[in-house]
């Protein structure tokens, strides 16, 4: 079954730091571009970051510029999002997505994607 899974997601304070891991399963992450949507209550889905796994090439909006990171493993199952200097406007639920064969480009379609995970919740508060 393929499936993409999220995790690391938690409450944090201003200032703090998350790392959040998107672990794919019944496939290898090896000809996609995977990238980070969240959603704020109240507010649209939006494409924060994405890595074309095979030429390493990223992209950040600029909000998370700077402060986000995408990376992944050696066996190209696993991508991370490294977050940095968090703030409250960054609370939302995190999910990841695959699109096969493409790179990343500075916008994000999400009914480009053919995978998603569930989604995590992170929450910066003080």
């Known amino acids: 079954q393929v499936q993409l899974v999220e995790s690391g997601g938690a409450l944090v304070q201003p200032g703090g730091s998350l790392r959040l891991s998107c672990a794919a399963s019944g496939f290898t992450l090896e000809h996609y571009s995977i990238a980070w949507f969240r959603q704020a209550p109240g507010k649209e889905r939006e494409g924060i970051s994405c890595?074309?796994?095979?030429?390493?090439?990223?992209h950040y909006i600029e909000s998370v510029k700077g402060r986000f990171t995408m990376s992944d493993d050696d066996d190209k199952k696993i991508v991370y999002l490294q977050m940095n200097s968090l703030k409250p406007e960054d609370t939302a639920v995190y999910s990841c997505?695959?699109?096969?064969?493409?790179?990343?480009?500075?916008?994000?379609?999400?009914?480009?994607?053919?995978?998603w995970g569930q989604g995590t919740q992170v929450t910066v508060s003080s």
């Open positions: 890595i074309h796994i095979s030429s390493r090439h990223t």
């Open positions: 997505a695959a699109h096969f064969g493409a790179y990343c480009s500075s916008v994000y379609h999400p009914r480009a994607y053919d995978h």
